[in-house]
């Protein structure tokens, strides 16, 4: 997929990827009214983000702590080896376990950086118990968040 910068994003483009960031749920035509475009325009402008894969998806946010995962923990995972297997096994076997929010490949000490959900110190547990059973896993360190400062679902464009 090409990135933005990339692609021929206009103005108009950067306006409608905001808007679209701000409020998934927007219809064209209130779309094309906030950016200053006919319907039909703004659709074809919409689309040709689609397809070139600068919008990825569209998705609805969920209140963590209403849904009842107030926790964030953050986690940091080495393996007992660093061959292209090893790598696979642990990142087809994280990808299953539906805590795990974000899981980054790291350089410096750590081989996995993750934010996981949980409700609680005794749901951490028993996640912290099926993390450290998975393929390679040596060390498991993990950093419980006392609040959140700032989390954003916007990119800046």
């Known amino acids: 997929m090409r990135n933005l910068a990339e692609t021929a994003v206009d103005r108009i483009d950067r306006a409608i990827l905001n808007e679209l960031q701000?409020?998934?749920?927007?219809?064209?035509?209130?779309?094309a009214e906030l950016v200053g475009l006919s319907e039909s325009a703004c659709l074809r402008r919409v689309r040709l983000l689609e397809q070139s894969g600068i919008i990825d998806r569209y998705v609805m946010l969920v209140d963590?702590?209403?849904?009842?995962?107030?926790?964030?923990?953050?986690v940091r995972v080495t393996l007992d080896g660093q061959q292209r297997e090893r790598l696979s096994a642990?990142?087809?076997a994280i990808a299953t376990v539906?805590?795990?929010m974000e899981c980054y490949l790291m350089s410096g000490d750590v081989d996995y950086l993750m934010r996981v959900a949980v409700k609680?110190?005794?749901?951490?547990?028993?996640?912290?118990?099926?993390?450290?059973g998975?393929?390679?896993?040596?060390?498991?360190?993990s950093s419980f968040a006392l609040r959140t400062v700032v989390s954003r679902t916007s990119l800046p464009l």
């Open 90 to 92: 642990f990142e087809e």
């Open 120 to 132: 609680d110190t005794d749901d951490y547990l028993r996640l912290h118990n099926k993390l450290t």
């Open 134 to 141: 998975l393929p390679g896993v040596l060390r498991v360190q």
């Open 98 to 100: 539906p805590e795990v």
């Open 22 to 31: 701000r409020d998934g749920r927007l219809t064209n035509v209130q779309l």
């Open 64 to 74: 963590q702590g209403r849904a009842g995962k107030p926790g964030n923990v953050f």
